[in-house]
């Protein structure tokens, strides 16, 4: 069986990485399946490469091919803090109703985390990708736009806002919401986790955040009552207990208490935040994967930027990508060659030989390059079930 992945390098660090861990995913299959499925890899042009061969740098070629596509896999794209260059994640996010950001976090065993018990972290995060802050609707202090939608505040709303000020808004609707915690409701009760988490900054962001909560809760109870329960009426059952948690808390919480959480639901900003703090508590982003998905595409990509100070040095750590692979995999249902990548993985990183984000981790690590990295999971992949 055949399958057919679109993959962009991506910018920075992207080329690098991207090296080191595709030969990991084509050996595991291969140990995994003797030949039996395969990926196919088809090259889309985003960022800079796309820029110098097409002088744009997202081609519309790259968009519409992906909007017909079901599987693709992408490494960082650069976006500049500020000027007029909206960042290519995010149109690519919008542009393909790519709504829900899954990243999973857990710990690798050999790794000196500054948790007592990292081994409790095991948390899948579901962040609402197209809403929010992030839909990039904003304007600056003094501009013509901002300045006549102040004035309608002060002139329609009553509301004052300072003339001068820069204004963004921030939509969150009840369809965003509800199909974000639907698919976090799922992969709770197919995946037999123990709870799925809303995290919202409700009390001060009522109809907003609060309305993520209250949507959520909702969700649950008319889409899936007969396998979960509140968490103010759980017993003992098996049921997936629904609970929700104030954002700065939750912060405080999987510091404290990481077994008490399983699945993560979140508004836009507030899992942007958390899954970065996430990574950090067992290892940081070099180990980070994640995929973002519509209804019809799964597109994986690691949770790192491009890391620009360390690009083309040999520096970067290629084991959030090589994990986003390892997701691709899991969500192809070659769950048998994903479970070979972990496990090479942690084997590599239990040997210490590792890239210096983690050697500065590790008592007594030996550095290696990027590619030594991913050279060594390939090695580890063997033997291994
Ligand atoms: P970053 O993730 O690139 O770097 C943060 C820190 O982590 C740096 O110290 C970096 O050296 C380190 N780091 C990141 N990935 C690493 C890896 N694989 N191995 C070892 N160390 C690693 O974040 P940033 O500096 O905020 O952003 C740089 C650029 O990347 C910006 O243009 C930003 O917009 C872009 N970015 C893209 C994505 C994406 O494509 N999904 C995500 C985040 C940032």
Same mark, same amino acid.
């Given at each position: 069986?055949?399958?057919?992945?679109?993959?962009?390098?991506?910018?920075?660090?992207?080329?690098?990485?991207?090296?080191?861990?595709?030969?990991?995913?084509?050996? @595991?299959?291969?140990?995994?399946?003797?030949? !039996?499925?395969?990926?196919?890899?088809? !090259?889309?042009?985003?960022?800079?490469?796309?820029?110098?061969?097409?002088?744009?740098?997202?081609?519309? $070629?790259?968009?519409?091919?992906?909007?017909? @596509?079901?599987?693709?896999?992408?490494?960082?794209?650069?976006?500049?803090?500020?000027?007029?260059?909206?960042?290519?994640?995010?149109?690519?996010?919008?542009?393909?109703?790519?709504?829900?950001?899954?990243?999973?976090?857990?710990? $690798?065993? /050999?790794?000196?985390?500054?948790?007592?018990?990292?081994?409790?972290?095991?948390?899948?995060?579901?962040?609402?990708?197209?809403?929010?802050?992030?839909?990039?609707?904003?304007?600056?202090?003094?501009?013509?736009?901002?300045?006549?939608?102040?004035?309608?505040?002060?002139?329609?709303?009553? =509301?004052?806002?300072? !003339?001068?000020?820069?204004? *963004?808004?921030?939509?969150?609707? !009840?369809?965003?919401?509800?199909?974000?915690?639907?698919?976090?409701?799922?992969?709770?009760?197919?995946?037999?986790?123990?709870?799925?988490?809303?995290?919202?900054? *409700?009390?001060?962001?009522?109809?907003?955040?609060?309305? $993520?909560?209250?949507?959520?809760?909702?969700?649950?109870?008319?889409?899936?009552?007969?396998?979960?329960?509140?968490?103010?009426?759980?017993?003992?059952?098996?049921?997936? =207990?629904?609970?929700?948690? &104030?954002?700065?808390?939750?912060?405080?919480?999987?510091?404290?208490?990481?077994?008490?959480?399983?699945?993560?639901?979140?508004?836009?900003?507030?899992?942007?935040?958390?899954?970065?703090?996430? @990574?950090?508590?067992?290892?940081?982003?070099?180990?980070?994967?994640? =995929?973002?998905?519509?209804?019809?595409?799964?597109?994986?990509?690691?949770?790192?930027?491009?890391?620009?100070?360390? @690009? /083309?040095?040999?520096?970067?750590?290629? *084991?959030?990508?090589?994990?986003?692979?390892?997701?691709?995999?899991?969500?192809?249902?070659?769950?048998?060659?994903?479970?070979?990548?972990?496990?090479? =993985?942690?084997?590599? &990183?239990?040997?210490?030989?590792?890239?210096?984000?983690?050697?500065?981790?590790?008592?007594?690590?030996?550095?290696? /390059?990027?590619?030594?990295?991913?050279?060594?999971?390939?090695?580890?992949?063997?033997?291994?079930?």
């Amino acid at each position: 069986m055949r399958k057919t992945v679109y993959y962009i390098e991506g910018d920075g660090i992207g080329p690098e990485v991207w090296k080191a861990a595709r030969p990991v995913l084509e050996k @595991a299959l291969e140990i995994a399946y003797a030949g !039996e499925k395969e990926l196919e890899w088809i !090259e889309l042009l985003a960022g800079e490469k796309a820029f110098n061969e097409t002088g744009r740098y997202l081609p519309q $070629f790259t968009l519409d091919t992906l909007s017909r @596509a079901s599987l693709a896999i992408k490494g960082p794209l650069a976006t500049p803090v500020s000027g007029g260059f909206r960042s290519l994640n995010v149109t690519l996010r919008q542009t393909l109703d790519l709504y829900a950001c899954i990243r999973p976090v857990r710990y $690798f065993q /050999g790794i000196e985390s500054p948790l007592k018990r990292p081994d409790l972290v095991d948390m899948v995060v579901f962040r609402e990708n197209t809403e929010d802050v992030y839909a990039g609707i904003e304007w600056s202090a003094n501009s013509p736009e901002a300045r006549r939608l102040i004035a309608f505040l002060r002139d329609e709303l009553m =509301v004052d806002v300072a !003339e001068n000020a820069a204004i *963004g808004l921030k939509p969150v609707t !009840e369809k965003g919401c509800k199909r974000l915690v639907r698919k976090a409701v799922q992969y709770a009760v197919d995946q037999n986790r123990t709870s799925v988490t809303l995290v919202h900054k *409700g009390n001060i962001m009522k109809f907003t955040e609060g309305a $993520f909560r209250t949507w959520g809760y909702e969700l649950a109870k008319d889409e899936f009552a007969a396998s979960t329960i509140a968490e103010d009426q759980a017993g003992s059952g098996s049921k997936v =207990v629904i609970k929700d948690r &104030i954002a700065d808390a939750m912060f405080q919480e999987v510091l404290i208490r990481p077994d008490q959480y399983s699945v993560i639901a979140t508004t836009n900003l507030n899992g942007d935040y958390l899954s970065d703090a996430l @990574a950090a508590q067992v290892g940081g982003l070099g180990l980070a994967p994640g =995929v973002n998905m519509s209804d019809d595409l799964a597109f994986f990509e690691p949770t790192h930027g491009t890391a620009p100070t360390i @690009a /083309g040095k040999d520096m970067a750590n290629p *084991g959030s990508l090589i994990l986003s692979g390892a997701m691709l995999l899991e969500h192809a249902g070659w769950e048998k060659a994903a479970r070979l990548i972990h496990q090479a =993985v942690e084997k590599v &990183i239990q040997s210490k030989k590792v890239t210096v984000d983690l050697a500065s981790q590790i008592q007594g690590a030996t550095q290696v /390059g990027c590619g030594e990295f991913g050279e060594l999971v390939g090695i580890n992949l063997q033997g291994q079930c």
